[in-house]
């Protein structure tokens, strides 16, 4: 079985991925959906970890890149909550590499 480390580091190693396809909106949703319930998962539902996670990409199926628009330019566009969701998830590995090494 997969550990949390490994689990997250999947997901961050999608990253460029979706990056490199646009991204495309069917790609990038299923990558949130399952980021997401990955999150739940390791940390529970309603936990800090899931919430910080749902306040980059949006709650609902449209704000979560079902449909979402690219929007380069847009702080709330496809690109931008990439990024975000990222710098999130990179910064998430950190703490549990820490927590993991004590």
Same mark, same amino acid.
Request: aromatic content about 8%; cysteine-free.
């Given at each position: 079985?997969?550990?949390?480390?490994?689990?997250?580091?999947?997901?961050?190693?999608?990253?460029?991925?979706?990056?490199?396809?646009?991204?495309?909106?069917?790609?990038?949703?299923?990558?949130?959906?399952?980021?997401?319930?990955?999150?739940?998962?390791?940390?529970?539902?309603?936990?800090? =970890?899931?919430?910080?996670?749902?306040?980059?990409?949006? #709650?609902? @199926? &449209?704000?979560?890149?079902?449909? !979402?628009?690219?929007?380069? =330019?847009?702080?709330?566009?496809?690109?931008?909550?990439? #990024?975000? @969701? &990222?710098?999130?998830?990179?910064? !998430?590995?950190?703490?549990? =590499?820490?927590?993991?090494?004590?």
């Amino acid at each position: 079985m997969a550990s949390a480390l490994e689990k997250l580091r999947r997901h961050l190693d999608r990253v460029p991925f979706l990056r490199g396809t646009g991204p495309v909106s069917y790609d990038y949703g299923q990558w949130v959906d399952t980021t997401h319930h990955t999150l739940v998962t390791l940390f529970g539902e309603g936990s800090a =970890e899931e919430q910080g996670f749902l306040e980059i990409v949006g #709650e609902g @199926a &449209e704000a979560r890149g079902w449909g !979402l628009p690219l929007a380069p =330019e847009h702080p709330w566009g496809m690109l931008a909550r990439l #990024e975000r @969701a &990222e710098q999130y998830l990179r910064e !998430l590995l950190s703490k549990v =590499e820490q927590k993991a090494e004590t």
